[in-house]
């Protein structure tokens, strides 16, 4: 097999073919919400997150040495996508075909080991996982940073999960320098995230066209202005293992983000009654039993809550009690992807 000279990555001698990667989706603790440039996954501002051990993508990778005339095949979670499901997946393949100088196809076996409407962000741990396999298995030999970079522009918080541990993605100003890396491993603390499922269904707007509506918010602007500041306590909150300051700067900018997704034209509602019902229970549990337990939500109406593993048992155990919650996912923080021997298919 021969990969093109175009190819700006150093090419390995032995090109594999095929290749299995396991990447960990993140939870942003600074949000991601609102692109500058949609064309290349611009965000706003930089955001951090921690990179989780329990909810991860595996995803097998060949390529097939046949031209445009074939198609890629994906499966993902057992069922084989259509095309209309492919798009985006395909599209991202393509920027990796153009790089390499390929024409090559893909068959592709892609596994979630958490439930796609769970609130876990699968395009985080999927494109991660995605791109990884993809170049590997060209012999491109490209670097993390790199990678983030690519990751990024099949969607942007897969940027984050190219690295374990505590992550943050700065903006940047173009596609080479839109990239994340590691503020500290995955062992500089245990954190847990505790995800309270509250609802299974698919979201009605997908995160991709809720960046696009970001601006349309007077809102944003102000939550933008107030991002460098909680960026700043969250880097020396987490540098001190320091909860009881973290906790509170990331409830105001997923509140924030929640606001301005309100306030947009059209306007994004993602809470469900039960929702609000886990967030004010988490602020009573706080004030009430001094139980250290602080959420975030992402683009969806599911809860998590970090906590450290001293709470852990308190915190599943009232989340147990309450009737919103219809499951709950556990997590600590995880490595970077990492590659595995045995293929899916
Ligand atoms: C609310 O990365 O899912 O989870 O780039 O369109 O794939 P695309 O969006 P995506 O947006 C993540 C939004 C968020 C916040 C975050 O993870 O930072």
């Not at 097999?1 to 032995?14: A, C, D, N, R």
């Not at 918080?157 to 596609?175: I, K, P, Q, T």
């Not at 009232?318 to 899916?344: C, E, K, N, W, Y």
Request: hydrophobic share 45%.
């Amino acid at each position: 097999m021969q990969v093109s000279e175009k190819v700006p990555g150093k090419v390995l001698g032995q090109v594999p073919g095929k290749s299995t990667v396991r990447a960990g989706s993140n939870i942003a603790f600074i949000k991601y919400w609102g692109v500058d440039d949609a064309t290349i996954n611009l965000p706003q501002n930089n955001s951090i997150s921690m990179t989780l051990a329990d909810a991860h993508t595996t995803t097998t990778l060949e390529w097939l040495d046949q031209g445009p005339a074939a198609t890629d095949a994906i499966t993902l979670d057992g069922t084989p996508l259509d095309a209309r499901k492919a798009a985006r997946l395909v599209r991202h393949l393509d920027r990796i075909r153009a790089l390499a100088g390929i024409d090559w196809r893909v068959r592709v076996v892609s596994q979630n080991n958490f439930p796609m409407a769970s609130g876990i962000a699968s395009s985080a741990s999927g494109f991660a996982a995605l791109t990884t396999a993809a170049c590997h298995a060209l012999g491109l030999d490209l670097t993390p940073t790199r990678l983030s970079a690519l990751a990024r522009r099949g969607s942007g918080s897969a940027s984050r999960s190219l690295f374990g541990g505590f992550v943050e993605w700065e903006r940047g100003h173009d596609d080479a320098t839109s990239v994340a890396h590691q503020l500290y491993p995955a062992d500089h603390w245990a954190l847990y995230d505790v995800v309270a499922v509250v609802s299974g269904a698919e979201k009605a707007v997908s995160s991709e066209q809720g960046h696009g509506l970001a601006a349309s918010s007077p809102l944003n602007a102000g939550r933008v202005a107030s991002v460098p500041q909680a960026l700043a306590e969250v880097r020396t909150a987490i540098a001190q293992r320091d909860l009881a300051r973290l906790g509170p700067v990331i409830e105001q900018d997923a509140l924030a983000m929640h606001a301005v997704m309100m306030t947009g034209n059209p306007g994004l509602f993602y809470w469900q009654p039960g929702t609000l019902e886990i967030i004010q229970a988490v602020r009573a549990w706080r004030a009430q039993d001094g139980l250290q337990a602080y959420f975030t939500i992402d683009a969806g109406p599911n809860i998590h809550i970090l906590c450290e593993e001293a709470d852990l048992a308190a915190v599943q155990a009232r989340l147990a009690t309450l009737a919103a919650v219809q499951q709950v996912i556990v997590s600590r923080p995880g490595p970077a992807p990492f590659f595995l021997d045995t293929h899916l298919f």
